[in-house]
């Protein structure tokens, strides 16, 4: 089975640039995650589709970031236009089921965004 | 606002000593989970514990969980250098809301 993929690794960019971030989950994870961390702080929660659907974008910090998943398959999260802020590493994460149902998430290796 | 937060920030061991952590939370909970993060790696799933047990084993791992002080604790028996990662409690409240805190990062010294 594969992972969570996530694309790119690294990404560099200057403020005032757009970057979009993808990733692709467990196949058949209805569920799909996005969460950031800055540098020695928590773990963020972002937002969490079911399929193709929003469940809850309230982690998400301000309408510069939009974040779509098509067809319920694989997610993208793109930053317009970026900020100094917005540096850290973005994970995603898939479930099959949700939380109630004690399912444990599972992450790819992170995007990490550098916004010089 | 944060959920989970672990305690200590830092830990420092020697090989083969036990390594102890450990989580508060603020809201009830369904389950709670932890997670281990090699660096530059994402994070794994290590061990759950539903909110009505008390206490879980797995291999090396001893998780308790105390909802009237909503705390959990997690032991690592016998470190090893593999051991070295940081570790993260996630809580889990409501269908899908995971809430991770600021993690534990464990340090084993050959």
């Known amino acids: 089975e594969a992972g969570v993929t996530q694309f790119p690794s690294h990404s560099v960019i200057e403020k005032g640039q757009t970057v979009t971030l993808r990733c692709d989950p467990i196949?058949?994870?209805?569920?799909l995650y996005w969460y950031r961390r800055v540098m020695g702080k928590e773990i963020k929660f972002l937002l969490h589709?079911?399929?193709?659907?929003?469940?809850?974008e309230s982690g998400m910090p301000n309408n510069r970031f939009l974040a779509e998943r098509t067809g319920g398959t694989y997610s993208t999260l793109k930053v317009q236009p970026a900020e100094l802020e917005d540096s850290g590493v973005y994970f995603c994460?898939?479930?099959?089921?949700?939380?109630?149902?004690?399912?444990?998430?599972?992450f790819g290796n992170g995007t990490r965004l550098t916004v010089t | 606002s944060q959920q989970g937060e672990e305690d200590p920030q830092a830990l420092s061991i020697q090989e083969g000593e036990n390594a102890t952590m450990n989580c508060s939370y603020k809201?009830?909970?369904?389950?709670l989970q932890w997670y281990r993060q090699n660096s530059g790696r994402g994070l794994v799933h290590l061990i759950l514990?539903?909110?009505?047990?008390r206490e879980k084993h797995s291999g090396r791992l001893r998780v308790t969980l105390d909802t009237s002080k909503k705390s959990s604790s997690l032991l690592i028996t016998a470190s090893r250098a593999a051991d070295t990662a940081s570790y993260f409690c996630?809580?889990?409240?409501?269908?899908?809301?995971?809430?991770f805190g600021t993690g534990t990062r464990l340090k084993v010294l050959a």
């Open positions: 809201t009830s909970i369904n389950n």
């Open positions: 514990i539903r909110s009505n047990e």
């Open positions: 196949s058949g994870h209805d569920n």
């Open positions: 996630a809580t889990v409240s409501g269908t899908y809301k995971y809430i």
């Open positions: 994460a898939s479930s099959q089921y949700g939380g109630s149902v004690h399912s444990p998430l599972h």
């Open positions: 589709f079911v399929k193709e659907s929003k469940q809850d």
